[in-house]
């Protein structure tokens, strides 16, 4: 079992920047895939951006691509998403979550996932 928490969400104004993060407690961290999913109001659950367990691999949404930048420190047992240049189309609620499994966009394939923080960018 893997239990999730995500910080770091607020009120920003548009070209403002946010570095969320997501810490996870109880199985071992080191070989969970982590990734972020975002649900704006009225829309699907999207998928933002992700990390191998080792940190090595990481994969983007054409949407936050050269924006966002996910990390991970494996001896916290943290993983970041840094967000630059943000917009009002990012206005969502962040979620984090964890993959046993190799680096995933879709959300069938993680199994874990935290509460979500809200971000919400003006303009």
């Known amino acids: 079992q893997v239990q999730l928490v995500e910080s770091g969400g607020g009120l920003v104004q548009a070209g403002d920047s946010l570095r969320l993060s997501c810490a996870a407690s109880?199985?071992?961290?080191?070989?969970?895939?982590m990734g972020w999913f975002r649900r704006a109001p009225g829309k699907e659950r999207e998928f933002v951006c992700a990390?191998?367990?080792?940190?090595?691999?990481?994969y983007y949404a054409d949407s936050v691509k050269g924006r966002f930048t996910i990390s991970r420190d494996s001896a916290k047992n943290t993983v970041f998403l840094q967000m630059n240049s943000l917009k009002p189309e990012d206005t969502a609620v962040y979620y984090c979550?964890?993959?046993?499994?190799?680096?995933?966009?879709?959300?069938?394939?993680?199994?874990?996932w935290g509460q979500g923080t809200q971000v919400t960018v003006s303009s």
């Open positions: 979550a964890a993959n046993l499994g190799p680096i995933a966009t879709l959300a069938e394939r993680y199994d874990y």
């Open positions: 109880g199985r071992t961290f080191r070989g969970y895939a």
């Open positions: 990390i191998s367990g080792s940190g090595g691999s990481t």
